[in-house]
Nanobody
Framework: QVQLVESGGGLVQVGDSLRLSCAAS?????????MGWFRQAPGKEREFVAW????????YYADSVKGRVTISRDNARSTVYLQANSLKPEDTAVYYC???????????????WGQGTQVTVSS
């Protein structure tokens, strides 16, 4: 059974930083899966944030977060991270990690999803 479990969300102030984690189990994490982070704000569609290749050598970011966010992974721990800095109120959303086989920003291309972790940025 595949599980993706996010953690690290919370209530922060504008300009603060957060590190989100996503622990994976039940899938060949290090050899097969591209990992992505997405977010969804109330009343909005799910939005791509970043993806990272299975080896960690390639990454890609949405323009809205480029320069403020870093995606990384520890294959020995089957965990992917999202370091988010200089947070803004518009970053407020539920953040989801996802596993897929393709480098893609389309959420439909991802097979497995976590339950999400809430990030709220207060001004």
């Amino acid at each position: 059974q595949v599980q993706l479990v996010e953690s690290g969300g919370g209530l922060v102030q504008v300009g603060d930083s957060l590190r989100l984690s996503c622990a994976a189990s039940g899938l060949p994490f290090s050899t097969t899966y591209v990992m992505g982070w997405f977010r969804q704000a109330p009343g909005k569609e799910r939005e791509f944030v970043a993806w990272i290749s299975s080896s960690g050598s390639s990454t890609y970011y949405a323009d809205s977060v480029k320069g403020r966010v870093t995606i990384s992974r520890d294959n020995a721990r089957s965990t992917v991270y999202l370091q988010a800095n200089s947070l803004k109120p518009e970053d407020t959303a539920v953040y989801y990690c996802a596993a897929g086989h393709y480098y893609n920003s389309n959420p439909k291309m991802y097979t497995y999803w976590g339950q999400g972790t809430q990030v709220t940025v207060s001004s």
